[in-house]
């Protein structure tokens, strides 16, 4: 899964990405200074991986990822090219969900390409060419659509009642994901890759000086991303950036110094697993204790296959405990004996947390 980190020129997107994925993409003062996509790969944090690899005596712990991409800046007229634009735009195509950088501190020294610092009039500029650009794609497959209709191509109807329905949402300022889908339109929204249905959360970038301090720019964005059924979350870049400069012995103690009890890329990163509908089950044993992604509501032979496919061609049934039944007996063995441990079949749906051992034929 891929996450897209947006914003205007020089508002900290490349300082967080230094942050979130320790890749030390190149941050300057200056526009444009990301043009080719940088791309980091971050775990996603889980405390349970580290008791059941003690529980276990295990060899190896492998948490969950998730894949973070920097685009570069985008500016006003990104839509028709403006600033690399339609590259940029191309980029944001390919990913799952966006996370869009909102700069909420005043710097002088730091160059603001409006010259003024505006979190809502700078969402604005970003949403709207993520607007615009979706509005030429659909017009254009509508116009299409119609023509074809015309001809005799009834296959084209459900494409045309969606593509009315999107039009009129981005004529109207609302994204592409305000519009109700139906169940036979879902395949046609997907192909679409349209920017302004992806889920977004705003993160607002705060400075060195407003940490644990109340911040009108913060609120403004906070209020925003409520109307747009959007998560919104607070962090400064630079101090993250510092943070995972540290050896890892010393960052707990310097974000105690600074009275931050979980770190804002931590909050980022659990926030993305939880926009993309994502969950991890875990498997446990003495070579490896892992966390698998799956989509939530996904049923146990499909939660096999992300381990080999052969697990879910020749699925048979599923050992399932909970995590906390798990630990609370103290051991596999354990929590078989008080009947903790279930036996289900191709029907079951896998709960986040679940321990599980797979039976399947080759």
Known sequence: MKIGVVGLPNVG???LFNAITEAGAES????????????????????RLEVLGKMYNTQKITPASIEFVDIAG????????????????????EVDAIVHVVRCFENEKIIHVSGSVDPLRDIEVINLELALADLEQVSKKLERDQKLIKTGDKTLIASVE??????????????????????????IMKN??????????????????????????????Q??????????????????????????EEREFYKQELGISQSGLEKLVVASYDLLGLMSYLTAGEKEVR???????????????????????????????????????????????KG?????????VVNDGDVILFRFNV
């Open 223 to 248: 209020q925003f991303a409520n109307k747009d059924h959007a998560k919104c979350i607070s962090l400064c870049a630079k101090i993250e950036e510092e943070i995972v400069s540290l050896p890892k």
């Open 192 to 221: 679409l890759q349209l920017l302004t249905a992806k889920p977004v959360i705003y993160v607002a970038n705060i400075g060195e000086n407003d940490i644990g301090k109340e911040n009108d720019f913060v609120k403004q964005v």
């Open 162 to 187: 969606l593509m009315q329905k999107i039009k009129a949402a981005l004529e109207n300022n609302l994204p592409a994901r305000s519009v109700d889908v139906a169940e036979e339109e879902e395949p």
């Open 28 to 47: 300057a003062n200056y526009p444009f200074c990301t043009i080719e996509p940088n791309v980091g790969v971050v775990d996603v944090p889980d405390p």
């Open 340 to 348: 903790k441990v279930r036996m289900e079949g191709k029907d079951y």
């Open 291 to 337: 966390a698998w992604t799956i989509k939530k509501g996904t049923k146990a032979p499909q939660a096999a296959g992300k381990i080999h496919t052969d697990f879910e061609k020749g699925f048979i049934k599923a050992e399932v405990v909970s995590y906390s039944d798990l630990v609370e007996a103290g051991s596999f063995v354990k929590a078989k004996e």
């Open 13 to 15: 997107k490349s300082t």
């Open 74 to 93: 985008l500016v006003a007229g990104a839509s028709h090219g403006e600033g690399l634009g339609n590259k940029f735009l191309s980029h944001i195509r």
